[in-house]
């Protein structure tokens, strides 16, 4: 046994996850999430999910699949606005959504991962998000106090990892995937490639294996582009 | 008045050279179309990336690669990446010099609210509550009045707000205003727009000094 | 009684297959060499490496490869390197599974001091509050008495606390004893040793429970 | 000028540090220190700094070398005891010494470097450490509140950097670097290697260039080992 935290595919990998739970999911629009999880997730119809990720996908894809599928109960996100099943469940009542500053999702994922059970953030101060809410002051400045999540599983989507658990992410595709990583109590890496341990260059790791307990290599990726913009040649 | 294009132009005078930016989705991202060339500014992109390039060559997109308008773009020599903890670690450490956003409604206390309207769908508010909370500076890009002709520069914000006492300048198609001192001071107007028409439009405190700039 | 190598030799027992252990400085190093082969550790070290290797061959040292304890190390495959918020936010985080250190004094209620002596040149507490704070599992290996004689096991410790109510189990050159219920229990004796001496130099509740193992 | 942070020597990077600051010093041990800019300090006799750096060196390296020269008004650090000079000071009133655990230490830089008023850690409660501060409970564990650090320059040293500040660390030299890169007012970065910008892959950079205001590459490094351990061979 040892390190090896490998598992067989998003089958195994996803063993445990029951309907209820919270789960936080990686990547930011559709950059860097893990596809084959969510796939996994909609095959077996757990449902009444309190998903924690900054956006909810598209109609057909990313977290989109799990809304289709009404396995949704609360979304906790930054940014929902590209999902038109997503606003007919939210206006209807039959999804709550709590809607929280990118920034301090951000940082309510990486106090769970250091161990810090609250964070002061200034993002929402005098705002609805405010609401309830415990405020201070520091140095003449007001701060919302905001708790370090809790989830059940973390699922995140690297570039590349290792058989012992290490994560490196590619480009913007990292966004949430590492603070995200280091706060599940059961953390899912799922990577474009799977190397034996000693192949990455422990100076180059973004998340260190002690994060993650399962690793598996995604059958394929998509990878949709959401907006494709380009430029023409000269 | 100034179109997209011109207020995007102004807002680029406001953009100094070495100056890490933040421009928001909608007319700031404009704005990088006018800084000059002679000097250098590196764009964040908070979703985790310093040296935001251009969009791709046709072809040449890759997924992994976005802006935080979800837009496929590239990379400019010296850029790094980064997760988004670190993003608005920076943003709210204020190592951003210079934010730059749209906005549905200002007030002449320089709050800001530009992320939900009651009744309509929510999209949620994204990194501009983290951005308005933190940037040492912030520039909003705007039109000047709604579509019925109201204007949007007011007393105190009707929507939710987005965030506080944060926003110092405004940028619409009639003018260049700061807030500074509960009021809206006219630095400067758009050629072909009179001062009694801004003052008109414009539903908050207005203070008109005794030099008014000109945009041509 | 059991020497430092035999201490160390008796708390290797506690470790884990798959474990992510933190040794401390002194008696601690020393339970690596008695790691069984069929089981795989990894041992972290707090100033930022995961994946500890043995020291490197003469010749080989890499001054910027150093354990906690400053000496030269190497590191196995599968290690990672990151900076010092990271490396105590993952014993924060409780991700590091056991932490083996030394002290000066435990008290049946488990708190220790193992930083601090009035009077004498203090050299601070390095990482030893953070870990004892935050580690789900802590052992501690230590002599039973001080050099003159008195016992290191108290109902309060004397000295400044480095953490409170925070040790589980302690491993002295006597025995074996598990801290709960504001007591210490005898788990196991050193088979040279008596109950009866054990008694006589634990100056903390003592509980004798009807079976105590023997370390041969 | 644009982006390009490049100073000529330690000489120009310390320019504006004056008698009385607050300095950050990144290393572990001697391990990723910056020796250029010690060396400058001791030749520019500045005092009465306060220096937050988590060892104070040995007696004749390191910050040692600042300590000889009673330069140092205030240490803040976790450990200290290789230092005789040291112990000389601290005895005899002249040196001011505040002992933080150091994960605290560490937190309470990446917290100025994230923006952070405030963090709260499970370090030194029911000690001495807690004296005066703040505790609070969360899920029934008790927390001390400490403050983010607030020093007028961050000394660091990395392996590699880039002209526009973007910085690399090697194996446990990064240490403290990074989380003090990020912390001060003014950001001085000395490298082995000073190369390009983009030169350097922007997935593996530990510290974005923002962070960085000078940058140089040291004239030399001795990288003195603390503690020789080594194995025969067989």
């Known amino acids: 046994m040892g390190f ?23 990547g930011f629009g559709l950059c ?25 996908g598209v109609d057909d ?51 769970a991962g250091y161990g810090m059970p609250a964070i002061f953030t200034p993002a929402g101060v005098g705002t609805e998000v405010a609401e ?61 490639e799977l190397v034996p341990a000693g192949e990455l260059d422990p100076d180059h790791i973004h998340t260190p294996g002690i994060y993650v307990h399962r690793i598996f290599q995604g059958k394929q990726y998509e990878k949709r582009i959401e907006q494709r913009t380009t430029q023409k040649r000269a | 008045m100034l179109d997209k294009n011109g207020i995007a132009k102004r807002i680029a005078l406001e953009v100094k050279d070495g100056m890490y930016v933040n421009l928001g989705i909608g007319i700031p991202t404009l704005v990088a179309n006018y800084v000059p060339n002679n000097i250098e500014v590196v764009l964040q992109s908070e979703n985790g990336l310093l040296g935001t390039g251009p969009f791709p060559f046709e072809g040449e997109e890759d997924a992994d690669l976005i802006n935080a308008g979800k837009q496929t773009v590239t990379t400019l020599p010296g850029s790094s990446f980064f997760d988004s903890a ?50 040492k500076n912030i520039i909003v890009a705007m039109q000047h009045c709604d579509k019925a002709g109201h204007s949007k520069l007011l007393p105190q914000c009707t929507l939710p707000l987005t965030g506080i006492h944060c926003i110092k300048k405004v940028v619409t198609d009639l003018g260049v205003f700061d807030i500074k001192d509960g009021a809206f001071h006219l630095i400067e107007r758009a050629h072909d727009v009179s001062i009694e028409e801004i003052q008109a439009k414009t539903a908050g405190k207005l203070i008109i000094p005794d030099v008014v700039g000109v945009i041509h």
């Open chain 1, 4 to 26: 090896n935290k490998v598992v067989k595919d998003a089958n195994e990998a996803c063993q445990g996850i029951q309907s209820g739970m919270t789960l936080m999911l990686g």
């Open chain 1, 132 to 192: 309830g809410k415990e405020m201070r002051v520091f140095n003449g400045k007001k701060y919302l106090m905001e708790y370090a999540f809790d989830a059940d599983f973390a699922i995140v989507k690297a570039w590349k990892g290792d058989t012992m658990g290490n994560l490196i992410f590619r480009s913007t595709a990292r966004n949430f995937n590492p603070v995200m990583a280091m706060a599940g109590k059961i953390t899912i890496a799922e990577v474009e």
């Open chain 1, 61 to 111: 894809f990313g977290l989109g699949l799990l809304l289709q599928g009404k396995q949704v109960k609360k979304m906790i996100s930054s940014y929902v606005g590209e999902n038109a099943e997503f606003e007919r469940q939210m206006l209807s009542g039959e999804l709550d959504v709590e809607l929280i500053p990118q920034g301090t999702l951000a940082q309510r994922c990486m106090a």
């Open chain 2, 86 to 135: 670190m993003s608005f670690g920076m943003i709210r450490a204020q190592k951003v010099d210079l934010t730059i956003l749209g906005a549905m409604e200002v007030s002449e206390l320089g709050d800001i609210a530009n992320w939900k309207v009651p009744g309509k769908m929510v999209k949620g508010m994204g990194g501009a509550m983290d951005l308005v909370a933190s940037a």
């Open chain 1, 32 to 56: 860097g999430i893990p596809e084959n999880c969510i796939t996994e997730l909609v095959n077996m119809k757990v449902n009444n999910l309190t998903c924690i990720s900054n956006n909810a």
